[in-house]
């Protein structure tokens, strides 16, 4: 069953186009009428249930999802909407295995334009094969988004992803996850496990053109994956990520666990850590603009990294800067295992041994 239930809100007094919004709750108030839909789970017809709420809701309205399990594949184009179950993602499963004609692969997708604001609240996204994006590359296995303006936001929440691959030998970026330049990022309490790509962020990739943030998720690397950034890959401005935990499991094959091409990271209290193999240890953190460029920064602090595997081959941490006077903090950090290696500006690499006022245990 599918019902529906208007929510008026007003204007606030005095504002304009320039007003800003300072709530999620708020991000339609520029709308005369906002409106929430609610979607129950129908056993008899489980395919599209949400997609077809989706499709005619208006841009800046709130879908509430009942639990159940719904095999979707939903279209979005220029237009805002927030996903929220009102069970969590225990009980509420966005799947992807069944094929729809004319729809793309992932779960929820960018079909052109320029993006919006989309919310994800609360739903398990698991057997997402990926959309093109801009460039016509596959891209993001549950959520793909993404937008020609530079503009928009994408705020995911509490969600688990599990089972999305990007796995055609095609240059795919973000296995479960793909969001790229859209303004503002928020990816907060989310579990990712058994998800991958070719090409980069085998569990997500983020490009972003102010800031994002990553805080309280579990990055679980596939164990065969060959993806630069196997749990994360991010680009553009600011990211922050924050109590985090980036766990490896297998061998791998590809690059790094972690790796941070914004021109300014924050990197903090997290846990990397390799039960038996050596990519959540080997972190790439290393810049993307001009030589000099004042905004570059690095923090990289309170972190545990811990490769219980022991100091193998090709196993370093790595913090490669191309800068002849980079700005970074790197304190109170522990390193068990594993090495650190700096690269300055294309200098002899700086091993922890010569880094003792950084405070690096090993």
Known sequence: MISFKPIYRKRPAGSGIAAVLVTWGLWAAFNSEAATWTVE??????????????EIAASGDTILVGPG??????????KSLAFISTDGKENTI??????????EKSIIYMVGGDAEDLMVEGFTLRNGAGAPEEYGEIAGGAISWWSRGLG??????????????LLDDSSGRGGAVFLTDISTVEMIGCEFEDNDADW???????YNYEESIVQGCEFVIHPGSRAAGSALWSGGGLISIIDCHFIGVGS?????????????????????LDEEGRWATRIRLHESLTVGDPHFSIEFTGNLVWNKAGNIPETDFQLLINYTIPTVLFNNNTIVGTTVLFS??????????????????I
């Open 152 to 165: 928009g936001s994408a705020r995911i929440l509490d969600c688990r992803f599990h089972d999305n691959y």
């Open 69 to 78: 399990t719904y095999y979707e594949h939903i279209p979005l184009e220029a």
């Open 41 to 54: 789970w129908n056993p008899t017809q489980p395919e599209n249930q949400i997609g077809a709420v989706a």
């Open 200 to 206: 980069n962020g085998g569990s997500a990739s983020i």
């Open 94 to 103: 966005l799947d992807g295995s069944a094929i729809f004609d004319g729809r």
């Open 344 to 361: 300055l500006g294309g200098g002899v690499p700086i091993t922890c041994n010569d880094l003792g006022k950084h405070q690096v245990a």
């Open 252 to 272: 791998g094959a590809g690059f790094s666990g972690l790796s941070v091409t914004n021109f300014a990271a924050t990197i903090r209290n997290n846990l990397f």
